[in-house]
């Protein structure tokens, strides 16, 4: 089942003893239902790129995958550790989530997808990120 829907995107960075950086996010997308697997795709752009975004959504793992402008494999599993990739200008990266939290809540409509968890970069903290998720069926 594919569905036309509004995707909304919120962003939360937090570091020690600095206030968090807040984005947020709207674009038109797609929640894609295979099985017991809901996606969802939508395209943003940054920088006059496009990237194209693929969210894997489950209540104990997910995938976010990234391409185009930036190229990225986040991957979350509930209360482990996981690595992933982040293609820079300086190269490969190598990123590592440990997730805290996640939900997935789908109603007929729309649903809300959220996964809070510490980032590191190369071995490094970057912070603590919330990636916040949520869908209308419609169009913009």
């Known amino acids: 089942m594919n569905t036309q829907v509004k995707v909304r995107l919120k962003t939360t960075i937090r570091q020690p003893n600095e206030e968090p950086e807040i984005y947020e996010l709207w674009a ?3 929640f894609i239902e ?8 939508y395209v943003e752009v940054q ?4 990237v194209k975004t ?5 209540e104990t793992q997910a995938l976010v995958m990234r391409s185009g402008g930036i190229n990225m494999r986040l991957p979350f599993y509930k209360d ?11 190269g490969m990266l190598m990123v590592t989530t440990n997730t805290r939290k996640m939900t997935f809540e789908k109603n007929e409509h729309d ?5 809070q968890y510490d980032l ?3 071995g490094d903290p970057v ?5 916040e998720f949520h869908y209308t069926e419609g169009s913009q």
Do not use: C, I, R, W
């Open 120 to 122: 590191h970069v190369n």
């Open 111 to 115: 649903g809300h997808f959220v996964v």
């Open 28 to 30: 038109p997308g797609t």
């Open 34 to 41: 295979k099985g017991e697997t809901a996606y969802l795709k």
């Open 80 to 90: 482990a550790e996981q690595t992933g990739s982040y293609e820079s200008e300086f």
């Open 127 to 131: 912070g603590e990120y919330t990636l």
């Open 47 to 50: 920088e006059e790129q496009d």
């Open 54 to 58: 693929t969210v894997k959504m489950g």
